[in-house]
């Protein structure tokens, strides 16, 4: 096969790739986030502000914003629709300090599952034709394996973010001095803040 018929070969992989990537331009409701929920509360909240002492509601909504403008309650996500289950009581809801937090947790657990995985096959894909397509050239060999290298440290990074810094904590007797020695336990992702229902 000459270098050209291979260069093709990639390029147009890439194309396509890119065109299926692309797909949420046009058809955005095939990448749009799926629905996602919170608590809320429509009574009263503790002094401390870390739990609600009467009326906690489950929360439901579509997209990253999950405020100004109609939610459901007391509905569930669907998993086979990604809706939220039209049984809820459906309620507009203004935007909260808490809102904020909510939507940016939502939109890296979407950046985290969906974005991040297509992308890295696409690249193992593109790396793993490169090697194929090399023909022995050592400069090509050398990027395939930059590139199969940089996925593979990258997903490390991204995904064992939360090990690396338990090890850390640990390390350093961090846990120790500050009462962090549960840290993990404690779920130290989880947004603890109360949206209230008015």
């Not at 947790?105 to 991040?116: D, E, F, P, R």
């Amino acid at each position: 096969m000459s270098g050209n018929k291979k260069a093709v070969i990639l390029l147009s992989s890439i194309l396509a790739a890119s065109v299926v990537a692309s797909a949420g331009i046009f058809f955005p409701e095939t990448v749009l986030a799926s629905a996602q929920k919170y608590r809320a509360c429509s009574g009263e909240i503790s002094s401390d502000g870390k739990t609600c002492l009467s009326g906690e509601i489950s929360v439901c909504y579509e997209g990253f914003v999950p405020c100004g403008k109609t939610v459901f309650l007391d509905s569930e996500p669907d998993p086979n629709t990604g809706k939220c289950s039209s049984m809820g009581n459906p309620k507009y809801i203004s935007c909260q300090l808490c809102h904020f937090f909510i939507m940016i947790n939502g939109i890296l657990k979407y950046i985290l599952s969906t974005i991040i995985p297509p992308i890295a096959v696409l690249m193992i894909i593109i790396g793993g034709l490169m090697f194929y397509l090399s023909g022995g050239n050592p400069n090509i060999l050398k990027k395939a394996r930059a590139v199969l290298q940089g996925v593979i440290i990258g997903l490390f990074l991204i995904y064992g973010s939360y090990l690396i810094i338990g090890v850390v904590l640990s390390v350093l007797r961090v846990a120790e001095w500050t009462g962090l020695s549960q840290w993990a336990k404690l779920n130290p992702f989880e947004i603890n803040c109360w949206v209230m229902l008015k």
